[in-house]
């Protein structure tokens, strides 16, 4: 059974950095692509950024792209995304997902979600 983790959520001023963590179990399959969602309040989920499990090769949203960085230790199964120079509209429950398609970036094509982690950004 495949489970994904978060952590390293929480409340920060503009401009600030975060660095979320995402520690998956169950996942065996090395042609995977792991990714990060988010979803404000009153709006629908995006996606912000991809990586292949296997290359390391990593794609992203225009709206985060030059701020924001996805990496992994493959060693640890886990996937990060470090959140720098962040604003106001960042503020949102970021989600962890795992697939198989590459850059893939819609909700349908992540099979596999976390629960869930807080990320508040105050102006």
């Known amino acids: 059974q495949v489970q994904l983790v978060e952590s390293g959520g929480g409340l920060v001023q503009a401009g600030g950095s975060l660095r979320l963590s995402c520690a998956a179990s169950?996942?065996?399959?090395?042609?995977?692509?792991r990714g990060w969602f988010r979803q404000a309040p009153g709006k629908e989920r995006e996606f912000v950024a991809g990586i292949s499990w296997s290359v390391s090769m990593t794609y992203y949203a225009d709206s985060v792209k030059d701020r924001f960085t996805i990496s992994r230790d493959a060693a640890k199964n886990t996937v990060y995304l470090q959140m720098n120079n962040l604003k106001s509209e960042d503020t949102a429950v970021y989600y962890c997902v795992a697939g198989s398609t590459w850059n893939a970036r819609t909700t349908q094509e992540f099979p596999y979600w976390g629960q869930g982690t807080q990320v508040t950004v105050s102006s």
């Open positions: 169950g996942l065996t399959f090395t042609r995977y692509v």
